[in-house]
Structure formats: structure tokens, C-alpha cells
């Protein structure tokens, strides 16, 4: 049997919280995303995304697909810096990252990072729950400053067989007795 695409089994739970356009997230479509803007003039703004996908029962996952991307930028002439984070992991009685990556600066100055469409192949046993997070931050205060930024959650897919094949075989030449 083919791998499908676990997150989008109807039997599949999804709380999602931070932004707007929620199913976006999980739609199998790595150009629309679940998403979030802000800025504003002096002072900081920040953002966060999170997605949780629990499954119905344990699975053995072969391949995880994401895309993720969060931006900051400010400007001003006094206290400046800025930040973002984001991941995605799963769940096997504990959690482990797929993709975590931070960064932050300070002075005028932005960042904007877009993990791109990835998958991350291998044997992962006994998956309940995979989950994304994105967050940015920017600061500009001193009467100047302007600050914005942006999280997306493009697409987090877990991909693995819905059913066992336990050897059973059918000889449709003998009939049924």
C-alpha cells in the first residue's frame, strides 16, 4: 500500500492557534499558509503560530514534509533588535525536532527565513502528534522607530501506510467453503 499523507485523515484532531487561515496549514498546498502580519510605529510587536495535528491512533512515519517561514524587520534611531524561531517536531512518547531554527539581531536591520518545501525521510515508530511553531518579534522605541514582521506556516505533513499488511492471502481460485 502507498504512504498518504496521515494530517489530512479525517480521523486526524488539528487545534491551531495565532494568525488566521488555519486550515491553510494542513491543506496540501506548500503556496497557501496559515498565517499572520503585524507592525506598527514606536515600540515592538510580536507573533506566534502554533499547529498540533494528534492522530488517532500510533504510526510509523516515513516521511515528514513542511514549510515554514517567519520575518522581522525594524528601523529607528534608538533601541532596535529583533527575532524569530520557529520548528516542527513530532511525537513518540516524546517530542523531537524535524527542523529548529532561531536567530535574532539588533540595530536597523531584518531578517526573513523560508525553510523552502522539505521532507525528511526515514523510520519514525509509534508517532501520535506532530506540530509546528513559528515566532517573530521586532522592536524600535525612541520616538522614531517603526517595526514588522510576519509567520507563515506553509504546509506540516506526516506521511506513512494507513494499514499493515499481516500476510493474509485470499486463493480466489479454490472458492469460499
Request: net charge negative; hydrophobic share 30%.
Amino acid at each position: 500500500m502507498a504512504a498518504s499523507n496521515l494530517v489530512l485523515l479525517a480521523a486526524t484532531s488539528h487545534s491551531c492557534s495565532g494568525g488566521s487561515n488555519y486550515t491553510y496549514g494542513y491543506d496540501a498546498n506548500f503556496s497557501t499558509a496559515h498565517s499572520g502580519l503585524y507592525s506598527g510605529g514606536d515600540g515592538q510587536g510580536s507573533l506566534t503560530l502554533n499547529a498540533n495535528h494528534t492522530f488517532s491512533k500510533a504510526y510509523t512515519i516515513t516521511s515528514f514534509k513542511y514549510r515554514l517561514r517567519a520575518a522581522a524587520s525594524e528601523g529607528g534611531n534608538y533601541d532596535r533588535d529583533w527575532e524569530i524561531a520557529l520548528y516542527m517536531r513530532y511525537y513518540d512518547g516524546s517530542w523531537h525536532y524535524v527542523v529548529n531554527y532561531s536567530t535574532g539581531g539588533g540595530g536597523d536591520g531584518s531578517t526573513d527565513y523560508d525553510t523552502g518545501e522539505n521532507t525528511v525521510t526515514g523510520t519514525y515508530a509509534n508517532v501520535t502528534q506532530i506540530d509546528g511553531y513559528v515566532y517573530s518579534r521586532a522592536k524600535a522605541t525612541g520616538g522614531e522607530g517603526h517595526y514588522n514582521g510576519a509567520c507563515y506556516i506553509y504546509e506540516l505533513q506526516a506521511w506513512g501506510e494507513q494499514y499493515v499488511d499481516i500476510g493474509m492471502r485470499f486463493d480466489t481460485s479454490a472458492g469460499v467453503t
